[in-house]
Every structure is written in C-alpha cells, then in structure tokens.
C-alpha cells in the first residue's frame, strides 16, 4: 500500500520569502501526485497535480512542484509567499492501478505574516 | 451547480447513539470517498466507492458503514458513536474510478464537524 510522509508540521514564513514543502512517498509502481490546500475554515482544494510528462509542474497562485522519481519525492515550491498563502497543504498519492483511492499526507500548516 | 453536498454541517452526539452523514453530488461522478480529519493526522480514508455498485474499506473502517444508495449519492453510518469518531468528515468525489482514477483529482464538500460526549 502507498503512504505519504510531509516532513514539517508547521511553517513560519515572512512575506516574499520562498517557500518549499517536502513531501515523500512510498510506492514501487506508478503515481499520481496532488497538492491540496485547506484556507481556514475551508475545505480542500486542488493545488497542483502530475501524472506524466514534464516532471515540474505549475498550478495555481504561483506554485510548482517537482516530480523526482529517484528520490520518490514531489515538493512543493513558491518564490514568494503571501499572507494569503497562510493554510494548511497536504501532498497526496494514489496508486495508477485499478480501485485505488487518494491516500493524503498528514500535512504542513503554513503560517505567513505581513 | 453545488458540487459535493453534506449534511449536516454540525453535529453532537452522546457516546452509542447512531447516525448518518449524507452526501451528493451533482458533478455525475463515478467515484465517491468518505475521508476524516484529525489536528496532526492529515486526512484518512475511511471507506470509497470507485463506482456505483461498489464499496471498498479505506485506513480506517472500523465503527462505520457506507451505502452507495445511487450514483449521486454516498452515505456514511456510525452505529455506536465512540469519543474517537469525533472528527471533521469530508465527502468528496471524483470523475473516474476503478482503473482511470489517475485523471480524477477530488472535489470536496464542505464537512461535517461532529463531536462525541
């Protein structure tokens, strides 16, 4: 079975710092990789996704995340944060093989001040 | 277009009372999930449904059942209520299941809180 670990639990950041969140996975097969966030008070929404192609991958409000298979790993970056960006991420995986579900990472709380 | 519905959005339960969270969507999705939320535990799969018809138990199943009543609509039962069930439950659906679920990123409701004396 697949499992995601996100190495920090909280992030303090000033604004225009940048930012990168780690997030590792276990699997021996192919993967589909998200990026979720929850704004507080929020449910989640999709950040980013990869499946195949271009290993660097683009969503919104400025963040990429970069696919490194050797290192099975799916990091979230972005130059810039803002106060906006202040929430909660999780990385998430699931498995490219029939009747498989989203498994997520326990998550990374990030907090941004002005 | 509302997307992924829950009811109720709250809820307090004494400790062996039963209940029932609805969930629908409106997106005519194949798949269907029931996730929790707890503070430093991320999100776990409870159970999902990859299509109507079928279920599959998830991280953690124990102390709930699920129904697929149709292809709108997923359901999740606590039969006894436990103090550990208190959580934030999500419900959330997907476009394809089963074997193309890697082009099917979640759609999510807005949860439940609920809450076990």
């Known amino acids: 079975a697949q499992s995601v670990s996100q190495h920090n639990h909280h992030v303090i950041l000033s604004e225009a710092a940048s930012l990168e969140l780690g997030c590792n996975y276990s699997y021996g097969g192919t993967v589909n990789l998200f990026w979720y966030v929850q704004y507080p008070g929020q449910h989640l929404q999709l950040l980013l996704k990869?499946?195949?192609?271009?290993?660097l991958v683009k969503g919104i409000k400025g963040f990429e995340a970069e696919f490194i298979k050797s290192k099975f790993s799916f990091n979230l970056r972005k130059p810039s944060v803002q106060w906006s960006d202040t929430a909660e991420y999780f990385c998430?995986?699931?498995?490219?093989?029939?009747?498989?579900?989203?498994?997520f990472g326990k998550g990374t709380t990030l907090s941004v001040s002005s | 277009n509302a997307g992924v519905t829950q009811t109720p959005k709250f809820q307090v339960l004494k400790t062996g009372q039963s209940m029932t969270l609805q969930c629908a969507q409106d997106m005519n999705h194949n798949s269907m999930y029931w996730y929790r939320q707890d503070p430093g535990m991320g999100l776990r799969l409870i159970y999902y449904s990859a299509s109507e018809g079928t279920t599959d138990k998830g991280e953690v199943p124990n102390g709930y059942n699920v129904s697929r009543l149709n292809k709108r609509e997923f359901s999740l039962r606590l039969e006894s209520a436990a103090p550990s069930q208190t959580s934030v439950y999500f419900c959330?659906?997907?476009?394809?299941?089963?074997?193309?679920?890697?082009?099917?990123?979640?759609?999510f409701g807005n949860g439940t809180r609920l809450t076990v004396t």
């Open positions: 998430a995986v699931n498995a490219r093989q029939a009747g498989t579900a989203l498994i």
């Open positions: 959330a659906s997907s476009e394809l299941g089963g074997g193309s679920s890697y082009n099917s990123p979640l759609h």
């Open positions: 990869y499946f195949s192609g271009d290993p």
